[in-house]
């Protein structure tokens, strides 16, 4: 099974509005990676946490972690046309280095 | 090189060939990974190389399946009498080490059909 999932599945929003993804896993962690993709190709890096971290920001990204709840959420606030893609988490378990990525949230920002 | 490079972009295939895949990480990127994304889904651990250890093989699906690491760099993917199951989009990934404290940077993946 998945070591993340995100939800939800899809995301249809309007330009300029936030959009928030969630993401949970069932293991202890290194850390938690966050990649977009964009037309079912090579993923791209956005932001990592660590474990001993709760909140960390890039632009327009925010990245929580709570690691009670084994969650994750990413955050894009003032959504762009462009931002429409794929989003993906993924974890290590702790002690491990096989990076396990989630099922991804589908967004689409509508101009 | 730049970024990571995967070849070829797209592979059509017959039933039952084999197929090599090949990848080449970013100079200096000790640890390579491989995954398989089928449409409309998310990413399928396959294999993961860091440095001279042995390689973790535990996602590979099947014995048809196998990769190596040629000094450390170029990596290949080779899927032996494939089948049609195995169409699905084939990513490369590298990163400074295996650790992922360091992001991974992904190629283009080649997509690869099996008919």
């Known amino acids: 099974s998945q070591q993340g999932e995100e939800d939800p599945q899809a995301l249809s929003i309007q330009e300029g509005e936030n959009a928030t993804m969630n993401c949970s896993y069932k293991?202890?962690?290194?850390?938690l990676q966050w990649y977009r993709q964009n037309s079912g190709r090579g993923l791209v890096h956005l932001i990592l946490?660590?474990?001993?971290?709760r909140e960390k920001h890039s632009g327009r990204l925010r990245v929580t972690l709570d690691t009670s709840k084994k969650s994750s959420s990413l955050l894009i606030t003032a959504s762009r046309a462009a931002d429409t893609a794929s989003y993906f988490c993924?974890?290590?378990?702790?002690?491990?280095?096989?990076?396990?990525f989630g099922a991804g949230t589908r967004l689409f920002v509508k101009a | 090189g730049a970024g990571v490079s995967q070849s070829p972009s797209n592979k059509v295939t017959e039933k039952g060939k084999d197929v090599e895949l090949r990848c080449d990480p970013i100079?200096?990127?000790?640890?390579l990974y491989w995954y398989r994304q089928s449409l409309g889904q998310g990413l399928e651990f396959l294999i993961y190389?860091?440095?001279?250890?042995?390689?973790?093989k535990s996602g590979l699906p099947s014995d048809r399946f196998s990769a190596e690491r040629t000094g450390g760099s170029v990596s290949t993917l080779t899927i032996q009498r494939t089948q049609q199951e195995d169409s699905a989009v084939y990513l490369c990934?590298?990163?400074?080490?295996?650790?992922?404290?360091?992001?991974?940077?992904f190629g283009s993946g080649t997509r690869l059909t099996v008919v």
């Open positions: 190389f860091q440095g001279n250890s042995a390689p973790d």
């Open positions: 100079s200096g990127h000790t640890a």
């Open positions: 990934a590298s990163s400074l080490m295996v650790s992922s404290n360091y992001g991974y940077t």
């Open positions: 946490i660590r474990s001993n971290e």
């Open positions: 993924a974890t290590d378990a702790a002690g491990g280095f096989k990076t396990i």
């Open positions: 293991t202890s962690i290194n850390n």
